[in-house]
């Protein structure tokens, strides 16, 4: 079992910067997947990007403006996220994957708003 804390987010103009964090409760070494998501009013969760297996993903959208990153002595993964654009207004989840009796099992953090706007 693992808990996920998110912390970083808030009102930022477009163009701006901001760096979310996601502190976990175990160590991060030997997570199987772990994240982003986010979630915009009136569509569904989505993929933001994520380390999984060794490696790297992202959502087309966000390629080249958004860097994941992870510090595994703190057990944290942390999302930098630039050139933001007012279609990047979304509720952002960590997410950990953690391998369990052959299949994978989910966790979510609580969420954290990120609001782009003028």
């Known amino acids: 079992q693992v808990q996920l804390v998110e912390s970083g987010g808030g009102l930022v103009q477009p163009g701006g910067s901001l760096r979310l964090s996601c502190a976990a409760s175990r160590s991060i070494f030997s997570i199987y997947a772990m994240g982003w998501y986010r979630q915009a009013p009136g569509k569904q969760r989505s993929l933001v990007a994520e380390f999984t297996s060794g490696s790297t993903n992202y959502a087309d959208s966000v390629r080249g403006r958004f860097t994941i990153s992870r510090d595994n002595a703190k057990n944290t993964v942390y999302l930098q996220m630039n050139s933001l654009k007012p279609e990047d207004t979304a509720v952002y989840y960590c997410?950990?994957?953690?391998?369990?009796?052959?299949?994978?099992?989910?966790?979510w953090g609580q969420g954290t708003q990120v609001t782009v706007s003028s």
């Open positions: 997410h950990a994957g953690v391998l369990d009796d052959g299949g994978v099992k989910d966790y």
